[in-house]
């Protein structure tokens, strides 16, 4: 995965719980790393960052497998983006704290030869608004049930 860097701020990995208290996962999915956005100062409200996926090897119907936690007051929204040469799809988005727990999403998105994937994460009205993601997989065909 690639920071965007024409974002206001990036993705940090990460292994413990987040430093401000109470937001964020208290620790990975998997048990090793995740990554998360830090809302505190000197992020403001609505900044964004971006996340790309590395290019895929394959085209045609895709699945997105991720876990997603968004525990805390201020959380914004996170969402996931196909991008297609000048187009973006929302193909999936969250907004708001959800619970203090790892959540899981299968998420299925056609892709062309010119598609890349990204994750957005959006700072909310103040610090207490971290969202972590791990265990991201994407797979060639379609979701299981």
């Keep these: ?31 090793y790393f995740y990554i998360y956005i830090e809302a505190s100062r000197p992020r403001l409200l609505n900044d964004e960052a971006r996340l790309f996926f590395p290019r895929l090897n394959f085209v045609g119907e895709a699945c997105v497998n991720f876990y997603y936690h968004m525990f805390g007051k201020d959380v914004e929204t996170l969402k996931l983006v196909r991008k297609n040469k000048s187009q973006s799809t929302v193909v999936w988005m ?13 998420v299925g998105v056609y892709l062309s030869s010119y598609s890349q994937l990204q994750f957005i994460g959006i700072r909310g009205q103040d610090y207490a608004g971290d969202i972590g993601l791990d265990k991201i997989e994407v797979t060639s065909g379609p979701c299981a049930l």
């Design 1 to 31: 995965m690639t920071q965007d860097t024409t974002d206001q701020f990036d993705w940090t990995v990460y292994h413990d719980p987040t430093p401000s208290d109470p937001t964020g996962p208290d620790c990975p999915y998997d048990g």
């Design 94 to 106: 969250r907004s708001g704290e959800i619970e203090n727990v790892w959540q899981q999403a299968s």
